[in-house]
């Protein structure tokens, strides 16, 4: 099983992202070797390929802060699941995942996407 924690820094000790999209850092768990994996953020495009090349990696469990209508949708549609942690580090949240103590998001967080200005 491969987890993917959208956080602020790369490493387990850092705190979840507060906007999916804009994480810094995605962190890669994997279940069977207990590796963790950093990877910068690549950014997303209209198609949110990233978020679809994960999936085909067999990444399927997501730990956000929040998730705007198209991110969600991109990976509700391939049977990802997206799983709340808000405000906690992510070494605490990757523990709440694996113990079944996370909220599954059935829908969006946010009504409409976010978009960084710069």
């Known amino acids: ?66 998730t705007g209508p198209n991110a969600f949708n991109v990976l509700n549609d391939r049977n990802a699941e997206l799983y709340l942690a808000r405000g906690i580090v992510a070494k605490d949240a990757l523990d709440a995942f694996l113990n079944k103590k996370l909220e599954r998001l059935t829908k969006a967080t946010l009504k409409r996407p976010i978009r960084r200005n710069k």
Request: proline residues 3%; glycine residues 10%; aromatic residues 10%.
């Open 1 to 66: 099983m491969k987890v993917l924690l959208a956080t602020e820094s790369n490493t387990l000790e850092g705190k979840i992202a507060k906007r999916f999209g804009e994480a810094p850092y995605y962190l890669i768990y994997d279940s069977e070797t207990k590796k963790t994996e950093a990877r910068v953020n690549p950014g997303h495009d209209d198609n949110h390929s990233g978020l679809i090349n994960l999936v085909n990696e067999g990444v399927l469990y997501f730990i956000i802060g929040n």
